[in-house]
């Protein structure tokens, strides 16, 4: 999503692809498809907003426009999309639904690329901040998109990243046989290369969407999902696991069971067990290190409280509204366990303290004033 500054102020999503060597230009002419896929996204979305920015021989450029009549941020824009997405009824749903996949197309071939050799369908992902992504984070936490079939190729250690002020880039790729089979293809265009690349036994389209007859690969172990948990690391903790830790977790994967309720709740248990392991052994609240040595694990013994409580919603799985707490400052949040000014002054130094659960709580209540905040978390206590 760009911003434009003309006379008026529009914000636009686009989707750009050129020309694939794997199909021939007078097979599949771009100038007679860019109106039949324009055409197309509308219908999808359930607006006229699509339009042709730039079309030739070798290239197709198509654009939704917003028209900032609030005269928003860039920012305060995404921050109500995100808000408006978090707050719908089909992201709740268990399973890989529809809506699900719908919104997966929107994002994976308006951005992504079918990559003819290494069965992958990959996509560059840009962002300024850890908020961009946990956004991305979205696909695998709320989507119900099997981990074992899309990483995050983060590319964060390269020295130029390192070292600089340039923006950090990483690439998220899914199985190309997955999609193609499972979610489809809405990009006739995007269909066809993915057709002349690979063999497939045939395809059938449903409501405007192509899905392929492929034989979906069995993942290699965990190895995609351990991508996943080197990404949550790496980017957002900052801190990387030791053998043991990694050992441990492994043992707790394995989304093999087709139950989709099953496999979610596995999922929020192994992010509940990844913040245990990453974290510091330390009370977001008093501060002390030590409580009791827990047999189990060899660590002091912390809980792990949900900022915003779990009860209020599937969102709250999320690893960036995980904090530890003693058991005594656990107790202590309880609803009604102490006066509301205490309370407030445990939550506010939580969120002052901890970026990524402002960031979080921001997101979820859309307040970025503290004190309105801290009222709000405590008013969703449990
Ligand atoms: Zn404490």
Known sequence: MEENIDDEHFFYAYTSFRQSKAVFECDFPLPDYAP???????????HKNWCIEKVSNTVVDIRFYVLDDLKISK??????????MMSSDWIMEDGFTESKKSFIRGFIECRGSVDTTAKL???DYFYDDRTELKKALLLTDLMDLPCEYANFNARDLQPQFVAGIVKRNTQFRINAYFYANKIGFLNDYKAKVFDNSYPTRGSKIADKITYFSVEIPTPKSNSQFLSYI???TNNIYERSLNEAAIKQLRKQLGFKNCDASAEKKKRNQTIISLY??????KCAICGTTKTFLNKNTGRQHFEIH??????????CDNIANLVKLCPTCHDSLKKGATSKAEQIRKII???????EIYEFADSYFMLGDINELAEKVWEHLK
Not at 306 to 315: D, M
Not at 349 to 355: A, F, G, M
């Open 121 to 123: 369908i990959a996509q």
């Open 230 to 232: 080197n990404f949550f």
């Open 306 to 315: 949900h900022v915003i409580s779990y009860a209020n919603g599937q969102e």
């Open 36 to 46: 039949i896929l324009v055409e197309k996204m509308n219908w999808f979305s359930g």
């Open 75 to 84: 920012k305060a824009f995404y921050k109500i999309l995100y808000q408006k």
């Open 349 to 355: 130094k939580i969120l002052n303290e901890h970026s």
């Open 276 to 281: 245990r392991e990453i974290s510091e052994d």
